[in-house]
């Protein structure tokens, strides 16, 4: 809990659906590397723009300002080219699987020579399917042995049947995991690696010459499918394009927008939509050594939030010195807020809200 998580949100589809073009369109193809400085395949971390941060940082101008991270992975192992038989291989995509907290669902809304005029309904529901099934195979292999176990006489299983029973009813009726309600239901599951578990954001990769009307339909679909599942969220994006901007110098690519009468920030709306499927906000710590950003799970309390900066920050907090960026921004300096009295101290079970700029007060 108390541990700054860089967001990992994994891009999933059908083949030809996209899928590097978005990692491309949402990345501008920044790469990381592993400790051998090795290119990682499909992974790109991107810093959050955020207008807030930026201001903060031209008032206290700190010699380090750091954004909140986003990590994309290219994902690929659905559709038809799943990894099939091969044990290691299904080990190795399980592995990047697993520590995803979303998966970026990239839904095809382009005709395309290979894959055929454009369905996203049909391709969708085929996604989610793939899913349900391998999670099916999981939960009936585990619940079988599971029962076994407990006519050998290991009652403290029964729980864990009970709950596997409930996820296999679900997947019976074709709905992904993500269904099963109760949080702790969910959070006991997490072990396992379940696919339709994790919280999804369906971006529908738009061509450039479909119809906002036919991009309003499509979407209509899907989210008549969805509905009622919870965690889920729809956003959409012209993938091919925003991955030739990404590519661009600055200049040209405002000149590029403006032809197109396109829209700046698609990008940001994406993480945005990201934020709220997964209910995180953001608080800020500022000062002259650093202006920084910190996501946090909506309905952490102050300590929680302390624990994200240091632990030591949690093992001896005192209290929080707190004002909203509104707040800050309205007062114009540090000193005219604490003169209006909008600079409060909040104890430790005070329900950190976004924007939130906070100097904790800690004792060690
Ligand atoms: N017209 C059009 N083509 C696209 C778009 N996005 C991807 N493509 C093309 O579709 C093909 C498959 O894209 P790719 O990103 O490799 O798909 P992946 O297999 O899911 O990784 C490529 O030829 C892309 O250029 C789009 O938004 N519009
Ligand atoms: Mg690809």
Redesign the pocket.
């Known amino acids: 809990m108390f541990r700054v998580y860089i967001l990992k949100l994994g891009i999933v589809g059908l ?2 659906s ?4 978005v ?1 491309r369109a949402l990345t501008g193809g920044v790469e990381i590397h592993d400790e051998k400085g090795r290119r990682e395949i ?1 992974l790109g971390v991107v810093k959050v723009t955020d207008p807030r941060l930026d201001f903060l940082a031209e008032y206290h101008k700190p010699r380090k300002t750091t954004p909140v991270t986003v990590q994309y992975s ?1 994902i ?1 192992g659905f559709g038809e080219d799943q990894p099939k038989g091969a044990g290691a291989s299904l080990e190795k995509f399980m592995a990047m699987v697993r520590p995803l907290d979303a998966f970026v669902h990239c839904v095809r809304l382009f005709d395309s020579p290979l894959q055929g005029p454009a369905e996203p309904l049909r391709d969708f529901k085929a996604l989610e399917e793939e899913m349900i099934l391998s999670d099916l195979g999981v939960v009936e292999r585990r619940l079988d042995r599971v029962s076994r176990d407990i006519q050998r006489g290991k009652k403290e299983l029964s729980k864990e049947r009970d709950l596997l029973t409930k996820a296999l009813e679900v997947l019976e009726q074709g709905k992904p995991l993500r269904c099963l309600g109760a949080d702790d239901d969910l959070e006991s599951l997490r072990g396992f690696s379940f696919l339709s578990i994790k919280p999804e954001l369906v971006l529908l990769n738009v061509g450039e010459n479909q119809a906002k009307r036919t991009v309003e339909e499509v979407m209509d679909q899907i989210s008549s499918h969805t509905a009622g599942q919870p965690k889920v969220e729809l956003d959409w994006l012209y993938a091919d394009i925003e991955a030739e901007i990404a590519g661009m110098p600055l200049e040209d690519a405002k000149e590029f927008l403006q032809d197109l009468a396109l829209q700046e920030g698609a990008k940001e709306r994406i993480i945005r939509t990201s934020f709220r499927l997964l209910n995180l906000i953001v608080f800020f710590t500022a000062g002259e050594p650093e202006v920084r950003a910190w996501p946090l799970r909506n309905g952490a309390t102050a300590l929680q939030a302390a624990g994200t900066v240091h632990s030591d920050m949690a093992k001896g907090f005192i209290r929080a010195e707190v004002i909203s960026y509104d707040d800050f921004r309205a007062a114009g300096s540090m000193a005219a807020a604490h003169k209006a009295g909008k600079v409060r101290l909040e104890g430790r079970d005070y329900i950190v809200r976004d924007g939130d700029i906070m100097l904790f007060r800690f004792n060690i």
């Open positions: 083949p030809g996209g899928k590097t073009t990692f499909g290219d690929h």
